[in-house]
């Protein structure tokens, strides 16, 4: 099988090709093929995908190429991942310095920072989409890019249900909830439902029987790991669920804020002088083998012990704990998509998929995150109990929103733009709503339009 990764030269690409170095089963990826517009990232990854090769001492190794030509890329591939950032780190920087500077929460994918960053990422990807249904209208298309949620439904509009997005977030969650009670991950069902970064474990459930209850019941347990830490025992008691991550910054939104407003440094700062520096060392000629790969797990391991450090401020819990620095795993949750899309060897999965009816709040086009069995034909959202009213609340605020960003960047309207910020639970103000569009036009070439 061929894979196209785009945004090839992306900090994250390692840890799809360690995964594939890692399959060795028949109908496995042979091939993969790198596209960046930047080629200096292009020449880095190359030389850390060269190292992994040669530590893994894997024979077969799928072959590797890069290419900054779009069409070249896409051409013959069985799978496409689609893993951008447009307008880079410093663009995410200053997402989060404009939001701020306004009194509201600035994050990559939640609050004015998503939005601002899905306005200018949907245009993008709405024309990948095109380009890959015309080129490689047969290809299974992988969405990692954020918003991902949004990201994933403008995709949707072009490839229908070829696109699927992953993320993760729930993933990781599930698996320290599982292990926490004492059961192997890939052998508990997930109950977990929502939209993308804003969604719920509301059961976890082990031979058929939910323990989830029992997990609740036990304040020192539930504090033991990164969610029960983050959001407390009598929080997650009253809710009667676990919640995604991302949801500390809508359960403690003012007090994030602050925190966010206080540091020295966001944390897209922090990212872009961090990866500055990886890229610079890994790209430089003459340096030895291995020396490559070195330089991305020293970059790779600090920037996950400083994950939403602010908001663990915030929590008063301190520093992450050794058996919280395991991510979700978002390239195995790739990897056994595509076995199972290839294969049809059947999986289930929390995947950012269309509604089909799953939630009765939203329509049937919505993309929501729920588990879903995958086969051959795709990934088919799973039945679950209706949200109860608080997520009803938040789940369809939030996707309203999501409608105004894909209306607005269709449109370039400066009035759908507005009422995307506007209507954002974390925006609680039109006033301020305008001012944030104004502040991103004026730093987004992209978004000048809509002054």
């Not at 407390?232 to 500390?248: D, F, I, K, T």
């Not at 939630?359 to 109990?385: F, K, Q, R």
């Not at 960047?409 to 305008?434: C, E, Q, W």
């Amino acid at each position: 099988m061929r894979l196209t990764i785009l945004g090839g030269g992306g900090f994250r690409v390692p840890l799809v090709y360690g995964a594939l170095l890692g399959d060795h089963a028949e109908g496995r990826v042979s091939h993969v093929t790198l596209y960046d517009e930047d080629p200096g990232r292009l020449t880095a990854m190359a030389r850390v995908l060269a190292d992994q090769a040669r530590a893994a001492g894997v024979p077969d190794a799928p072959e590797v190429t890069a290419t900054g030509d779009l069409d070249e890329a896409l051409r013959g591939a069985d799978f496409v991942f689609s893993a951008i950032r447009v307008g880079g780190l410093e663009g995410r920087a200053t997402d989060e310095r404009v939001a701020l500077a306004e009194g509201v929460l600035g994050q990559e994918t939640v609050g004015a920072g998503g939005i601002a960053y899905g306005l200018r990422t949907v245009p993008v990807v709405r024309a990948l989409a095109r380009r890959i249904a015309r080129i490689a209208p047969e290809a299974w298309v992988i969405n990692f890019t954020n918003p991902a949620g949004v990201v994933t439904e403008a995709m949707a509009e072009e490839l229908g249900d070829r696109v699927i997005g992953i993320c993760d977030s729930p993933v990781g969650l599930g698996r320290r909830i599982a292990r926490l009670l004492g059961a192997r991950p890939e052998e508990a069902w997930i109950d977990y439902v929502g939209l993308n970064h804003l969604g719920w474990v509301r059961g976890l459930r082990i031979g058929g029987r939910d323990e989830l209850p029992r997990l609740l019941a036990d304040p020192e347990a539930l504090e033991s790991f990164e969610e029960g830490r983050l959001f407390g025992a009598e929080w997650l008691r009253s809710l009667g669920a676990v919640p995604n991550e991302y949801l500390h910054y809508y359960y403690f939104n003012r007090d994030t804020v602050r925190a966010y407003q206080e540091v020295k440094q966001t944390r897209g700062a922090f990212l872009r002088d961090q990866q500055r520096g990886f890229y610079a060392e890994a790209g430089r000629p003459g340096q030895p083998a291995g020396a490559a790969l070195a330089a991305w797990d020293r970059t790779r391991a600090e920037r996950e012990a400083t994950y939403m450090a602010e908001n663990r401020e915030v929590a008063g819990v301190g520093e992450r704990e050794e058996s919280d620095l395991e991510s979700g795993g978002y390239e195995r949750v790739a990897l056994a998509l595509m076995r199972a899309i290839a294969r049809d060897e059947r999986a289930t999965l929390i995947l950012n998929v269309r509604n089909r009816g799953t939630l009765s709040v939203l329509d049937a086009e919505a993309v929501i995150e729920v588990p879903c069995l995958v086969d051959a034909n795709g990934a088919h959202p799973v039945a679950v109990d209706p949200l109860p009213l608080h997520a009803v609340g938040l789940v369809t605020s939030v996707k309203a929103v999501e409608r105004e960003v894909l209306a607005a960047a269709a449109s370039g309207a400066r009035a759908d733009a507005v009422k995307a910020f506007a209507l954002h639970p974390l925006v609680d103000s039109v006033a301020v709503a305008r001012r944030l569009l104004d502040g991103y036009a004026a730093q987004h070439p992209g978004l000048a339009h809509l002054r």
